[in-house]
Structure formats: structure tokens, C-alpha cells
Nanobody, 126 residues
Framework: QIQLVESGGGLVQAGGSLRLSCAASGRVFSRSGVAWFRQAPGKQRDFVAA????????YHADSVKGRFTISRDSANKTVYLEMNSLKPEDTATYYCAANNAAHRATVTLVKAYNYWGRGTRVTVTS
């Protein structure tokens, strides 16, 4: 069982930056995947970024490449999402998700994750 708590959301102007945090508790395995998804009102939940806990590879959606960066602090079991050059279309609730064993082929899929946080709201004004 993995518990996830997100923080760091807020209101920011276009072009600004935010850093989201996802604090994990419980047993995080070396092959666990941790990801960020986002969901705007009335829209589906979309993949943003992911990593596999013990690996070096990271994965980012095309819409955020070059602007967002996922990283982790293993000692504190925390995953971050650094968001720069924010745009109004980045406005959404951002969710942290995890699983016990990630597969590179499915890191972008909502159904691949069975642990979810409650989300943190990000609003970008123009």
C-alpha cells in the first residue's frame, strides 16, 4: 500500500513557475512507478510525467516537454514536478499516482496506477 499526498498548487500568472510535491508513505518498491496526471474540469485525466523509482529514465508528455520536469528525492520518498513557463492551458487539478511495478510501455496510462493522491489545484491566469 502506498499513500500519496500532493502539495504546491496555487494561482500563478502565465510564464510563471510552480513546483508540485508528492510525498509517498508506505512501501515504495524499486520498480514502483510514480506519475503526475492532470484533469481540467469536464475533461479526461491526462498523463503529464512519470518515472520509475529506481531508474534514471523519466517520461514527459509532449505538451509539457521542455517546460516541466519530474524528479525524486529517494531519501524523503518525494516526487516533484517542476513546472516552468506555465500557460493558461496548464490549468487543472494535478494528481500524483503510483503502482507497485511499472512498465515502460504503460507509464502514460491511468489504468496502470492503483494508488492516487487527492490532487492539488493549479490555476494559470493570462
Amino acid at each position: 500500500q502506498i499513500q500519496l499526498v500532493e502539495s504546491g498548487g496555487g494561482l500563478v500568472q502565465a510564464g510563471g513557475s510552480l513546483r508540485l510535491s508528492c510525498a509517498a508513505s508506505g512501501r515504495v518498491f524499486s520498480r514502483s512507478g510514480v506519475a503526475w496526471f492532470r484533469q481540467a474540469p469536464g475533461k479526461q485525466r491526462d498523463f503529464v510525467a512519470a518515472l520509475i523509482w529506481s531508474g534514471d529514465n523519466t517520461y514527459h508528455a509532449d505538451s509539457v516537454k521542455g517546460r516541466f520536469t519530474i524528479s525524486r528525492d529517494s531519501a524523503n520518498k518525494t516526487v516533484y514536478l517542476e513546472m516552468n513557463s506555465l500557460k493558461p492551458e496548464d490549468t487543472a487539478t494535478y494528481y500524483c499516482a503510483a503502482n507497485n511495478a511499472a512498465h515502460r510501455a504503460t507509464v502514460t496510462l491511468v489504468k496502470a496506477y492503483n494508488y492516487w493522491g487527492r490532487g492539488t489545484r493549479v490555476t494559470v491566469t493570462s
